[in-house]
């Protein structure tokens, strides 16, 4: 993989990392701090919108408890939209997806369940991607149905594809 593609991949993973998620308290915190982070008195039960880079953390040390069921259900909901929409469409995803994928396998290391779904949806998409980019379709269309890592995934193949094209039929 190119540098300058892994860059914009990075990028992509920073910028994600500033999304939010619904996370819930379990214990009383009269003062919670966390390296340069304070937060005064979330109470047990209590419900806040939390940062993707933060949410792992938090979790892990048994201070929240994330709601990944959310998760769930748009995976489950992706994938019959995928299947329904047949080999030649694109249904939209969050644009944070890949992101929240990254924090519910970091929290559900054991639910190999729906990481098998999760992949067998990459896979749908991907060959939905490639067959878009086959055909020359302009980004512009595709922009509001592919997530920003699937928008550079849809560059990169179309380029070579067209890079291919050009070296396998020219004249010279």
């Known amino acids: 993989m190119s540098t300058e593609l892994k ?3 990075s990028m992509i993973k920073m910028l994600g990392a500033l999304n939010s998620i619904k996370a819930q308290f379990t214990k009383d915190k009269t003062d919670f701090k966390f390296d340069y982070i304070k937060m005064n008195g979330p109470k047990e039960g209590e419900i806040i919108d939390i940062g993707l880079w933060l949410a792992p953390t938090l979790a892990e040390r048994g201070l929240i408890k994330v709601g ?3 998760f769930e259900a748009e995976v489950f909901n992706a ?3 995928e299947k329904i929409l047949g080999q030649h469409q694109l249904g939209p995803l969050p644009q944070d997806f890949y992101q929240k994928f990254n924090l519910y ?3 559900k290391k054991d639910d190999q ?3 098998m779904y999760v992949y067998d949806l990459i896979k749908m998409r991907i060959n939905k991607i490639i067959q878009m980019a086959f055909q020359g379709i302009e ?3 595709l922009m509001t149905l592919l997530t920003p890592e699937e928008t550079v995934l849809y560059e990169k193949v179309k380029n070579d594809l067209e890079d291919w094209y050009s070296s396998v039929f020219s004249d010279g």
């Open 68 to 70: 990944l069921e959310d």
């Open 79 to 81: 994938i019959n939209k």
């Open 105 to 107: 396998v970091r929290l």
């Open 139 to 141: 980004l512009d269309k």
């Open 113 to 115: 369940k729906i990481k």
């Open 7 to 9: 860059e914009r991949l």
